[in-house]
């Protein structure tokens, strides 16, 4: 048996209910686990013709070797498959949930979940101590994701572990969420909607077996060494976060074997039932009662203004009904900006519906309506990317404008590009928009820990993050001018923040713990004094190491990350996106940073295609990998498959 791995994946064909395993360690070695080895299962298996909710499309549910383990954030579990969100057309893409489905899913017996084909009836699938069977789940349909996740424990076993989809699934909605607990989801890449499709309501597991680790005692070291609750990401010294109190302040934690104080999970609030309910991430923004992470944004080309606070009670429920929905929170991000911008320019309704976006009651009773598809709800969803497409010619060609720009990210929200509603000055929205251009889905939600999150420490002080970033870049990148405001080469960084997502999401483990770049700065003054602010980058390799047994070098595992990154191009490849799609990003980023009003302009955006694409190995026609490049990372078919693309 080998350490980590639990050693074998669940299949589940839900067309003819046939169960079935594999064994998890033909992939280990090449891909270790979560989004990687998904990647490949998705390569093999899912029909380069198949759309998101054809029964041919796999819903690929993956843990990692660290999942289950005292390393800490290692509850985290990945989702993949063709998604409904991407714009123009559909691609495989991967979310990430935070939780305890993952852990429990090894104690139970598998390393994760491969499920097929659509049920004639919905079905959920319980899982218990290697054994797995699809139950009619005619009763849950048509329920909240919270009420499912209840009844299931109530079913299954008080401490199940519950995945589940709200009637945004059923409705295949494109930003349909799965949701987990009360808080966690898989929610951008919108595979509540898959699961609708394929008439699978929930997965409920329950195990009581373990993770057998090669090194124990050396994992508890490494463990004890890293700390408990130090404050990441580190711009919490800068005021951004208040530090805990030293008066054991309850916080939530979004996942299991969590040690770090991240500051996005930090405050409880009280559901409409009276529930105490944790704010994670995005929900802590609205249980805060600042209202929508959106502040106004003007240029000479876009106005975006700023969304509308609805005061805690109507935040929480807003944010709550969204949870059993199983709606993407972050549509508000959009939609509610774009809506205001209706109403500023003397649009009250949209075919006929009414639309009141600062009023707290209509927003909500709104957000039930995209769920059910009813009213106003039918026109936006399938996203607010795709409505401009159909609303063009009834509304002003600004509107329609701004709805594609604030998804400009092929159908994903706009989200640290440094415009509507992120302080990115250069080199960060460089950085960015090169991750933008080559990624599945929004990069920039997985990079917490490893290059943007030090825009806020250039915003405070200049000269001091300067100084600091010189020596942090040297250490890192091997070059001091890898951070300098500057357009130019810039690739490096980001694609090393793309490999160490990849290497987290193979774990799996949280972005905000991981990579540590910078070490833990618990005061202002450890930053303005300490001349060296590097961390501990090889942390979680180390963590990797003690539960594995599996002696890889630093240089290895990053191979092993660019192995998967590269495969996940081409999935990207065969579904036809290249560069000519990606050179339509450009506009967006000629727009004026919000926070030192620097742009770009074509040829340059083409340079920084250039200069991405020739550091990856890829050509500079297509932006696909040269077949040098997947022959170099053990991918020869993969290479042949594109060729014949070309050729075609």
């Not at 890192?476 to 951070?483: E, N």
């Not at 602010?533 to 090889?538: C, N, P």
Request: charged share 25%; net charge negative.
């Amino acid at each position: 048996m080998p350490f980590g791995w639990v050693g074998k994946l669940l299949e589940v064909n839900l067309t003819t209910g046939e169960i079935g395993t594999r064994d998890t360690m033909r992939y280990a070695a090449d891909y270790i686990g979560g989004r990687g080895l998904a990647a490949r299962v998705a390569w093999d298996e899912i029909p380069p013709e198949a759309g998101p909710f054809d029964p041919e499309n796999r819903v690929i549910v993956m843990t990692g070797p660290l999942t289950g383990t005292l390393a800490p954030t290692t509850g985290r579990t990945v989702m993949t498959g063709i998604s409904p969100r991407t714009y123009p057309r559909p691609w495989y893409t991967h979310s990430t949930i935070g939780g305890w489905f993952g852990p429990e899913l090894k104690y139970a017996g598998y390393d994760g979940i491969i499920l097929w084909g659509r049920s004639p009836k919905p079905v959920y699938l319980v899982i218990r101590d290697g054994v797995a069977k699809l139950e009619d789940a005619a009763g849950l349909w048509g329920q909240g994701a919270r009420e499912t996740q209840l009844a299931l424990r109530g079913r299954v076993d008080s401490r199940a572990q519950v995945l589940a989809i709200g009637p945004a699934g059923e409705n295949l909605v494109r930003f349909a969420t799965v949701q987990h607990a009360e808080e966690n989801a898989a929610g951008h890449s919108g595979f509540g909607a898959v699961w609708g499709s394929k008439n699978l309501k929930a997965i409920a597991v329950r195990g009581t077996g373990g993770v057998t680790v090669a090194r124990p005692d050396e994992l508890l070291r490494e463990v004890i060494g890293a700390g408990r609750f130090n404050i990441t990401p580190a711009p919490a010294v800068l005021g951004v976060y208040s530090p805990r109190d030293g008066k054991n302040t309850p916080k939530p934690i979004c996942t299991q074997s969590c040690t770090f104080d991240c500051h996005v999970v930090n405050t409880y609030g009280r559901a409409p039932d009276g529930r105490r309910t944790p704010g994670v991430c995005i929900g802590g923004v609205y249980l805060q009662d600042r209202g929508v992470e959106t502040t106004e944004y003007r240029s000479a080309e876009m106005t975006v203004p700023q969304g509308v606070r609805f005061g805690v009670e109507k935040e929480n429920a807003f944010h709550q009904a969204c949870n059993n929905l199983g709606l993407d929170l972050w549509f508000r991000l959009v939609m509610q900006p774009w809506l205001i911008r209706c109403t500023e320019l003397g649009i009250r309704e949209i075919r006929g519906f009414p639309i009141a976006p600062d009023d707290a009651d209509w927003f909500l009773s709104f957000t039930g309506q995209l769920a059910r598809r009813e009213g106003l709800g039918a026109v936006l969803a399938d996203d607010l990317r795709r409505a401009m497409d159909e609303l063009e010619g009834e509304l002003p060609d600004e509107l329609i404008r701004l709805g594609r720009e604030l998804e400009f990210n092929f159908g994903f929200p706009a989200h640290r590009e440094g415009r509507f509603w992120d302080e990115e000055p250069l080199p960060f929205w460089v950085i960015s928009a090169m991750m933008h251009i080559s990624a599945s889905r929004d990069p920039t939600i997985g990079t917490h820990q490893s290059s943007l999150m030090y825009a806020d420490f250039l915003l405070d002080n200049r000269e001091l993050a300067r100084r600091r970033f010189r020596v942090l870049s040297e250490k890192v990148w091997g070059d001091p001018d890898a951070l300098e405001p500057t357009f130019e080469n810039k690739a490096p960084v980001a694609i090393w923040s793309q490999n160490q997502h990849m290497l987290i999401d193979c774990f799996p483990i949280c972005d905000f713990g991981f990579p540590q770049i910078m070490r833990p700065l618990k005061e202002r003054r450890d930053w303005e004094e300490a001349e060296d602010i590097s961390g501990d980058l090889y942390l979680h390799h180390r963590l990797f190491r003690a539960v594995t047994g599996v002696e890889l070098a630093d240089g290895e595992l990053t191979r092993i990350a660019e192995r998967a990154f590269n495969l996940e191009r081409a999935l990207l490849a065969r579904a036809g996106r290249g560069r000519a799609w990606e050179e339509a990003l450009g506009p967006h980023f000629r727009l004026p940073c919000r926070a030192d009003g620097t742009s770009i302009d074509a040829e340059g955006f083409a340079r920084l295609l250039d200069e991405y694409y020739a550091a990856r190995g890829w050509d500079l026609e297509r932006g696909w990998p040269e077949t040098s490049t997947l022959d170099e990372l053990g991918l020869p078919e993969v290479a042949a498959e594109l060729q014949r693309l070309r050729r075609a």
